[in-house]
């Protein structure tokens, strides 16, 4: 990928994730990524196009970290997991609660209004369940998750609960949600 491409997708996770879709306009991106608008539609066929791949971009980013910790031997499975999500909660505390996951505020802004971005977005979610799963059925394989337990449900699960989990930190501006989450995860998971 191009210098210049990887700064335009940069800039509009950035500011995708701030403002939402919607409230960023193709100036402020050009503006904040310092290229001219012809740099923008060589790499781009439209502001949608360039929205589809700032999603897959940062899921991209995201799954790195994701699965860094998710296959880390250090840990058993079961409490890689849980400390995938403790080690969250450090940075959205950072970030005074604000924020959330682009896929997440994406799914509830653009879903309903463009086929693409509800693919890419449901594409984007399926590809970090899987990688969630795998380490469910580790856990399962090590007795430490009950084997009975379908893997593929409890990682739909773990995952539709962390994004709620982050809509309401954003709404309520408190990390309560948070460790509400990680107090039934590990319920969950005995």
């Not at 191009?2 to 403002?19: A, C, P, Q, V, Y």
């Not at 296959?71 to 995938?84: C, D, F, T």
């Not at 005074?96 to 996951?101: A, L, S, V």
Request: a negative charge; proline letters at 2%; charged letters at 25%.
């Amino acid at each position: 990928m191009s210098e210049t491409k990887n700064r335009i997708l940069t800039t509009g996770i950035d500011l995708f994730i701030k403002k939402g879709y919607h409230n960023v306009g193709l100036k402020e991106i050009l503006n904040k990524a310092e290229v001219p608008k012809g740099s923008f539609y060589y790499y781009f066929d439209s502001k949608e196009d360039f929205g589809v791949q700032v999603i897959s971009k940062y899921s991209s980013i995201g799954l790195l970290d994701y699965k860094s910790l998710l296959e880390e031997k250090s840990l058993s499975p079961k409490n890689r997991i849980i400390q995938l999500y403790i080690n969250k909660i450090d940075y959205f505390q950072l970030k005074e609660c604000t924020q959330g996951c682009l896929m997440g505020n994406s799914s509830n802004e653009l879903s309903d209004v463009s086929e693409s971005f509800r693919n890419v977005i449901a594409q984007e979610f399926n590809h970090w369940q899987d990688v969630l799963e795998k380490c469910i059925i580790e856990a399962q394989e090590v007795d430490e998750i009950d084997k009975n337990v379908e893997s593929k449900m409890l990682a739909s699960f773990i995952l539709n609960s962390w994004e709620g989990a982050l809509l309401r930190m954003k709404c309520e501006k408190t990390i309560d949600p948070l460790h509400n989450f990680i107090s039934g995860l590990k319920i969950v998971l005995n």
